[in-house]
Structures are given as C-alpha cells and as structure tokens.
C-alpha cells in the first residue's frame, strides 16, 4: 500500500535558527497537505498543494511540493519557540480526502 | 470556520466496560468522518471511515466488534469501545473533511484520551 516517509522524525533548534521536514511517497499523489499538532492538542491544517513544483509559503514558513508530485518539503525560517509541535504531512492519491495517508511527522522542539 | 466537537476530552474506565465517543462536525455536513488512533510520540493511524448511513469500513487489523462505530446522522459519528482493555488506553481522534471550491481540508476534534485502568 501507500506509505508516506518523514524525515526527521524529531528535531531541537536554537530559537532563531531554520528547520525543514521532508516527506517521501512511494505513490504519485494528486495533492499533498500539512498539519501541525501542538502538544496535548489536535492537528491543525496548514495548507494543501496541489500542482506540481507548487511553492507556497506563508509568513515564515514555505511549502514545497515536488516536481514528479512524490515529495514535500515544509521549512521554517528563523524559528520562534511558537513553531513547538510535531507537523504532519498527509498524502491524497485521490481527489477528497477518502485516501489521505500520515506521514509520521517531525517533533520540532525550539529552545529560546 | 468549519468545527467538528469530540467529547469527552479524556476518560478512565474500568477494564471490561464500553466507552463511547462522539464526533459532531457543528457548521457543516460530514458524510464520511474518520477515526484515528494515536499512541504518544507516534502519527496518526486511520482505525476506520465513518460512512452516514451505511456500514463504517475498517482498516486491516481493527476489530469492527470491538469499535464500534455508527454514523446516524450528518453532523454526528460516534465510536464505542467495547471490553475496553489497558492496551486500548490511547488518544482518539476523529476528523471531517470539507471541501470546496478544490480544496478539501479535514478538520480535527479535540480528541479523547481514553485511559483503562
């Protein structure tokens, strides 16, 4: 079946320095989405993209979705202790939401 | 936005006995909601869909008799685990989706920690 991988699975930065979790399908996906989880909460959409090569990026975080529509990117600049949580992507190979897959998500831990 | 209402929050009960969980989206319609289990420091796995007024469909290696699952109505699903045992002490979670304009987003309940003691 479909497995979306996540990397890293965990990571502790510096306030103020950048982060990036990457996420590999092994399937082509027809969109890709981001959430991100704050400890003792629940998971919080960020985003969704779509195309291919698609770049998004809000405030200080862009979104990367690649070319051949099997690996995603989420990066951070300058992160703030606020950024705390573990961020998820979520692989759709079809359109809804019926075939969504989790990667396991990236811990992120800043220290001020 | 869009809200979708998971109660109650946490719960402790005795091993042997049957916990339920609803899930209401508020603000709009769900025909189909999800259930997810998760263990601490690890993702989200899907347990089932929760399908209105038709049969929930299972994931490989859940127990439909023991999750009970029943989407009566647009905007409510609930799970009931039955013969709750310790290992069954996780964090559930349910999620929605809604789409429009091609976007479909899921929208996640609080969640239920479900402690068996």
């Known amino acids: 079946g479909q497995q979306v991988m996540q990397i890293p699975q965990y990571q502790h930065v510096q306030e103020g320095e950048d982060f990036t979790t990457y996420c590999n399908s092994s399937?082509?996906?027809?969109?890709i989405q981001w959430y991100k989880q704050r400890p003792g909460g629940h998971p919080v959409f960020l985003i969704q993209?779509?195309?291919?090569?698609e770049v998004k990026k809000q405030k200080r975080l862009t979104f990367q979705f690649g070319e051949a529509k099997k690996n995603s990117s989420l990066h951070i600049t300058a992160t703030q202790t606020t950024d705390v949580g573990t961020y998820f992507c979520a692989g759709a190979l079809g359109s809804g939401y019926s075939t969504l897959t989790f990667g396991k998500g990236t811990m992120l831990l800043v220290s001020p | 936005g869009a809200v979708v209402s998971q109660h109650p929050s946490w719960v402790i009960c005795k091993s042997g006995t049957s916990v339920k969980i609803e899930c209401r989206s508020l603000d709009f319609q769900a025909t189909t909601m999800f259930w997810y289990r998760q263990f601490p420091k690890q993702s989200l796995m899907l347990m089932a869909t929760s399908n209105e007024g038709s049969k929930a469909t299972y994931e490989q290696g859940v127990e439909k008799d023991k999750f009970l699952i029943n989407h009566a109505s647009l905007t409510l699903s609930t799970l009931t685990v039955t013969s709750a045992h310790p290992e069954d002490s996780s964090f559930y979670i349910c999620?929605?989706?809604?789409?429009?304009?091609?976007?479909?987003?899921?929208?996640f309940g609080q969640g239920t920690r479900l402690t068996v003691v």
């Open positions: 999620s929605a989706p809604r789409g429009g304009g091609g976007l479909t987003e899921a929208f």
């Open positions: 399937t082509t996906l027809s969109n």
């Open positions: 993209l779509v195309k291919s090569g």
